[in-house]
């Protein structure tokens, strides 16, 4: 079955680690993005990538970093300059003409 | 001013009641609208897309107003299983493909 799939579902980070969350899709989808989401909060964007090798940044960049090296796969990296990482990461995927697919999600929490 | 509002609510309705959204958005050349609902600590999913027409699913209408540039779902007979937070969410110009969303609206129906 064609999906976005988001790995893990919970993460646990030490301060001062960085962290890969990973994001795979198999729609053939050319855009992805990475959205955080705080409790009670809307989705905020952190990156997108519309086309593989390039990406821009959201609203809330700072401390994150993404890679975009296959379609299939757009990973983002929490590092430890972001100061407030405990939240809830979604990834989601479309076309040109398609609204937005997503993942399960990630749950990180900082220990 | 933020690029896409919504009412963050929360809306308490009984059931049975309509209950109305509203989300404004800032981008004049927006591309394409949507609704989507997330129940807690869960991933959103596409409740409708928006057309210029408007549209209706069901119990549930949407529409859109490019002049004044909002969009609008209404929710008729409301059911319990309809408690969720519904998200706005607008699609930047061709070229662009920023999906952006509203911080979302509460909805509790209750019996």
């Known amino acids: 079955d064609g999906g976005i799939t988001q790995s893990p579902k919970y993460l646990f980070r030490k301060e001062g680690q960085n962290v890969t969350l990973s994001c795979e899709q198999n729609?053939?989808?050319?855009?992805m993005y990475w959205y955080r989401q705080d409790p009670g909060q809307g989705l905020r964007l952190i990156y997108y990538s519309q086309i593989v090798n390039d990406f821009q940044k959201g609203d809330i960049a700072e401390g994150y970093s993404v890679s975009r090296e296959k379609k299939e796969s757009f990973p983002l990296t929490v590092t430890s300059a972001q100061k407030n990482p405990t939240a809830f990461y979604l990834c989601?995927?479309?076309?040109?003409?398609?609204?937005?697919?997503f993942g399960q999600g990630t749950r990180l929490t900082v220990v | 001013r933020k690029e896409v509002e919504q009412d963050p609510g929360p809306f308490n309705v009984p059931e049975g009641a309509t209950v109305a959204f509203n989300c404004t958005y800032s981008n004049s050349a927006s591309q394409s609208f949507f609704w989507y609902r997330q129940d807690c600590r869960k991933e959103p999913k596409l409740l409708m897309s928006v057309y210029s027409s408007g549209n209706e699913d069901g119990r549930f209408t949407a529409q859109l107003n490019r002049a004044s540039q909002y969009i609008s779902l209404l929710i008729r007979d409301s059911k319990l299983s309809d408690s969720a937070t519904y998200l706005c969410v607008v699609k930047w110009p061709r070229g662009a493909q920023k999906l952006v969303f509203g911080q979302g609206t509460r909805l509790t129906i209750n019996p």
């Open positions: 729609l053939n989808h050319d855009a």
């Open positions: 989601a995927s479309n076309t040109e003409n398609t609204e937005a697919f």
